[in-house]
């Protein structure tokens, strides 16, 4: 059985960081592009950063550049997203995917985890 869990949100004040895992299971990570996306409510998810498993530059939002940082670690199973200088639009539940490409595609997503920036 795949799945993939988030941790490491909650609460920040505007300014400070927080930082975003994503543990998977049942899968060989390394086979697979992973990416985190948010979804503030009232709103559509949106694309975050994603990784690829090959290994090319990493790609963000223009509203997070600079300030977000994704990193994965294959040996561990695991997607990472570092969250600078946050600001209170950033507050969302914060969503990783793993996904596979090909013959059968697959996407895997984790449950969630809430930030919320708030002073």
């Known amino acids: 059985q795949v799945q993939l869990v988030e941790s490491g949100g909650g609460l920040a004040q505007p300014g400070e960081s927080l930082s975003l895992s994503c543990a998977a299971s049942?899968?060989?990570?390394?086979?697979?592009?992973t990416a985190w996306s948010r979804q503030a409510p009232g709103q559509q998810r949106e694309l975050v950063a994603r990784?690829?498993?090959?290994?090319?530059?990493?790609t963000y939002a223009d509203s997070v550049k600079g300030r977000f940082t994704i990193s994965r670690d294959n040996a561990k199973n695991t997607v990472y997203l570092q969250m600078n200088t946050l600001k209170p639009e950033d507050t969302a539940v914060y969503y990783c995917?793993?996904?596979?490409?090909?013959?059968?595609?697959?996407?895997?997503w984790g449950p969630g985890t809430q930030v919320t920036v708030s002073s």
């Open positions: 995917n793993a996904e596979r490409r090909g013959i059968v595609p697959v996407n895997y």
């Open positions: 049942g899968i060989i990570f390394g086979f697979y592009d």
């Open positions: 990784i690829t498993r090959d290994g090319s530059p990493p």
